[in-house]
RNA sequence: GCCGAGGUGAUGGAAUUGGUAGACAUACAGGGCUUAAAACCCUGAGGAGGAAUAAACCCCUCCGUGUGGGUUCGAGUCCCACCCUCGGCACCA
């Protein structure tokens, strides 16, 4: 017969019931010592998988301990639940994406409460809930009105499986982040947000943020600050050379390498490429339009330089005044800088290699040689030959007439998408085509249900019926509705600020509160977010910081980006390989206790590691768990002796510690050796349980709850108090100190930790049995080391 | 190519941030309980060698944190060079 265990199936319903009764986890935000903290609300696709726990049962943990330590925390959820896997599922079904979008969240709901999480449901947003997106569209209004959200001719990415623009930030490797399909360019009008405007204080602000040093780096990256100078080339009319030329303006880096300008490169879409009088146009013609045919992936190919010379054109090198030729290339981009760019093949790589190509001259003009790409002296540079080209660059630029610039490889955010599952763009056309923002009293303005999903190239709102009548009855005739809808990141780069007021009809979020609570004490997330929601959310910030609808500029203060759960297999967990666990599964059989105990064990959580699933690993979380709940019965009222009050002051201090910085592994693990100490007792005193049962409270919070009750103490364990280890206990009197002999350790003496380095000397010396050393290291409590000849 | 993070037992990982490397756990091995298995409990364990013994433990020595150098009384930790893995960006002028 087995030893007598608990039953998880009996304990952790009643919990989670007793919980959600006593509504135990619902903040009061009125109340003081605010502690917010926050991670990414899920997309609902419908089922609880293992990353999802590893997202919100680890991060329970943590709010679970800031409550014990006595703050009022904020740990709410919701679902980001406007996107394309919605409206992709009801194509194919022949469903409604509302529907199905409402069924999977009510499925996750449940699935949510399993884990035994203490979010406050009562905080809870849908971002595909017209609650929720009258304030998106509200929040795109005041962006409107302050000229932060623009309508523009953009070339833009365009999926054409998915039949819709994406953003810069859903382009992977050239391919459409969502379903692989190569992306090609397109020209058309949408709508952006002006985020360029904030790069600037984007990169600067990072200087104040705690995070961690990849994330901030990654961001930086993805701004790519770039200083250099706008020079500009004429090209003179060949007729008339001086009347009235034509302007290339090029960016560039390095101005000091100009007198090595040996030829001009246009990106084929730049605007100028039509407007001058080159003499081959049907040629060019041709390249402009087997480039812009050429797929993403095809443009970026990096061996083969493609372009072709404007004939009859010539621009003149502002620095040797020398007429140089003028090519388009699609190896220029035409989104940035000047969408041109001033080639200097002796010494930057690209043009070098479209120099060789063409056999356009190559002029080598700093001293290190042909194909020296850093700073150095300059040579065949007029008056600035012999100087540094780092101390002549803006000498150069001065006397040439270009003008210092700063360029941000960063583009503005286009947030228009031609799909029906998003919130729809608050804007109509009057007959002439003109925009307006729709008034406020008709906001929300609904998403339309008589709507044909399908992609037929055109966006699925233009099939509503509904739409039309509704915009010609409120604007007008010929009033026209826009089409488009919002990117979801334009949802959830706000969410944050609803939680706060979940409900208000009447503001988007409530501003007192807001002061109390922002920014967000600790966001969890993953490391996919680095770089698109988590600049977008700190765009958003500051946009509304500048027109005084947020008490602060940055939304986050800490960030943490969460390791990856990998297979039994170390690969990913995918249905191919057959490596997915199902936490279901785990939960019925081991309980949900021993599955957050393990995914808190698996690996510190404040690094984003790649860990894999071991399958032995819940089965033993449970096995501990199990050897705690034997522990209760063997309690004794006695007082626990000195040494184990030591051992739970250090445990206690342990485990404060590394939860406070995410580092659960360690935390539990602590919490196996004060059960390995208890466990050699004969009896376990009650009050040292008592302690025990507290830690373990966040970790396991049912098991906890049960033997809490069990042991007859009153109430629920979640509003007890964190146990204070007792400093004085932490000191040791006497400590184990190691005694090296040049490095090597040749003993252990018992010390007291204060012992004055003669006295130490003496003993040392009299183990060591020598009389004299070249040399004695003594730190205190630690170790001795003594040099000797 | 550029940037960032990181390489520690069979495995996940630990190491008070320059002070006993391998905590804790998994897997493994031996033992106990059992008719047997599971469960549970106990014990062992980085590698090589030495000494000793009936045998084992204890004990002793050397090697050991990707590689090679360096700084230091002392290096997993700091510095230099190189190799490898992962992640981000990538024709960004």
Redesign the pocket.
């Known amino acids: 017969m087995?030893?007598e265990t608990f039953n998880h199936k009996d304990i952790e319903p009643a919990f989670q019931k007793k919980w959600e009764d006593a509504k135990l986890y619902e903040t009061d935000l009125t109340k003081p010592n605010p502690y917010y903290l926050l991670f990414e609300f899920p997309y609902p696709s419908g089922d609880l998988h293992a990353g999802h726990w590893y997202a919100y049962a680890v991060t329970d943990i943590f709010a679970r301990f800031k409550r014990m330590q006595g703050n009022n925390v904020l740990f709410p959820v919701g679902f980001d639940a406007f996107g394309l896997p919605a409206e992709n599922a009801a194509i194919k079904e022949g469903t409604n994406p509302k529907e199905g979008t409402r069924a999977r969240i009510e499925r996750m709901r449940s699935q949510m409460k399993r884990i035994g999480t203490s979010v406050d449901w009562s905080k809870e947003v849908i971002s595909s809930e017209p609650m929720y997106y009258k304030w998106t569209q509200w929040l795109f209004a005041k962006l409107y009105e302050h000229n932060l959200a623009y309508r523009a001719e953009a070339p833009v990415k365009w999926c054409p499986k998915d039949q819709t623009v994406l953003a810069?930030e859903q382009v992977?490797?050239g391919t459409c982040e969502r379903c692989g399909t190569e992306v090609e360019e397109k020209i058309l009008t949408q709508w952006f947000m002006k985020i360029t405007e904030y790069a600037e204080r984007l990169l600067a602000d990072l200087e104040l943020l705690p995070w961690p040093?990849?994330i901030k780096?990654?961001q930086r990256?993805?701004i790519?600050k770039?200083e250099?100078a706008r020079i500009a080339f004429s090209i003179p009319r060949t007729a008339d050379r001086d009347a009235n030329p034509k302007i290339i303006e090029?960016?560039?880096?390095?101005p000091d390498t100009i007198f090595g300008a040996t030829y001009l490169v246009l990106?084929p879409e730049h605007p100028l490429v039509m407007a001058l009088d080159v003499s081959n146009k049907n040629e060019v013609e041709d390249y402009v339009k087997k480039t812009s045919k050429k797929t993403a992936i095809e443009?970026?190919?990096?061996k083969e330089?493609?372009g072709i010379e404007l004939k009859g054109v010539k621009a003149v090198n502002p620095a040797t005044k020398e007429d140089i030729p003028v090519y388009i290339a699609?190896?220029?981009?035409?989104t940035?800088?000047?969408?041109?760019?001033?080639a200097?093949p002796a010494h930057?790589a690209?043009d070098h290699a479209f120099a060789k190509k063409h056999n356009l001259p190559i002029r080598v003009v700093l001293e290190e040689g042909e194909g020296y790409e850093g700073e150095g002296t300059l040579s065949n540079s007029d008056i600035f030959t012999g100087k540094n080209s780092k101390q002549a660059r803006w000498d150069i630029v001065e006397a040439i007439g270009g003008k210092r610039a700063t360029?941000y490889?960063m583009r503005d955010w286009l947030v228009s998408r031609q799909r029906y599952w998003g919130c729809p763009i608050p804007v109509v056309y009057d007959p002439e085509g003109k925009p307006h923002l729709i008034p406020e009293e008709h906001l929300p303005w609904l998403l339309p249900e008589d709507v044909d999903y399908t992609p037929k190239g055109k966006p699925p709102l233009a099939s509503s019926k509904e739409l039309h009548e509704r915009v010609e009855k409120i604007f007008g005739e010929g009033w026209m509705p826009e089409y488009d809808t919002l990117d979801t990141f334009v949802d959830s780069s706000w969410y944050f600020f609803r939680y706060l007021d979940p409900k208000d009809d009447h503001n988007f979020t409530d501003l007192e509160l807001a002061k109390k609570w922002m920014p967000v004490d600790r966001y969890s997330g993953g490391?996919?977010h680095?770089?698109v929601h988590l600049l977008f959310a700190r765009f958003f910030t500051k946009a509304l910081y500048d027109l005084a609808l947020s008490p602060v500029f940055e939304p986050f203060t800490e960030r943490f980006n969460r390791g990856l759960l990998m297979g039994p297999d170390g690969r990913k967990m995918s249905k191919r390989w057959g490596n997915v666990i199902n936490p279901d599964e785990l939960v019925e059989q081991y309980g949900a206790d021993a599955v957050r105990m393990y995914l808190a064990?698996?690996?510190?959580y404040n690094?984003p590691?790649?860990?894999?699933w071991?399958p032995?690993?819940v089965?033993?979380m449970r096995?501990?768990l199990?050897?705690i709940f034997t522990l209760s019965q063997k309690l004794d009222e006695g007082e626990p002796s000195e040494d184990m009050r030591r051992t739970l002051a250090k445990t206690i201090a342990k485990i404060e510690k590394d939860s406070e910085k995410f580092?659960f592994?360690?935390a539990?693990?602590a919490l196996?050796?004060l059960v390995?100490e208890l466990?050699k007792l004969p009896k376990v005193p009650t009050s040292a349980y008592g302690t025990l049962v507290r830690l373990l409270a966040p970790f396991a919070p049912h098991l906890a709850d049960h033997l809490f009750e069990a042991t007859r103490e009153q109430g629920s364990v979640h509003s007890q108090k964190w146990p204070e280890a007792d400093a004085a206990l932490l000191v040791e009197e006497s400590v184990?100190v190691?005694i090296?002999v040049?490095?090597?350790?040749?003993?252990?003496l018992v010390l007291s930790h204060d012992a004055p380095e003669d006295e130490v000397k003496k003993v040392v010396f009299e183990f060591l049995a020598i009389r004299e050393a070249k040399?004695f290291?003594y730190?205190p409590g630690?170790?001795v080391?003594v040099?000797v000849g």
């Open positions: 087995a030893k810069n992977i490797d040093p990849e780096e990654a990256q993805w790519g770039s250099g090029v960016f560039t880096t390095r990106a443009r970026s190919e990096h330089k493609t699609d190896y220029a981009l035409a940035y800088g000047t969408g041109a760019l001033m200097v930057d690209r360029n490889r490391s996919e680095t770089t064990f698996i690996g510190p690094e590691g790649h860990y894999p071991q032995t690993g089965p033993s096995k501990f199990n050897r580092k592994n360690t539990v693990s196996m050796v390995n466990e184990v190691v090296q040049n490095g090597k350790k040749r003993g252990e040399r290291v730190v630690k170790i080391n040099v």
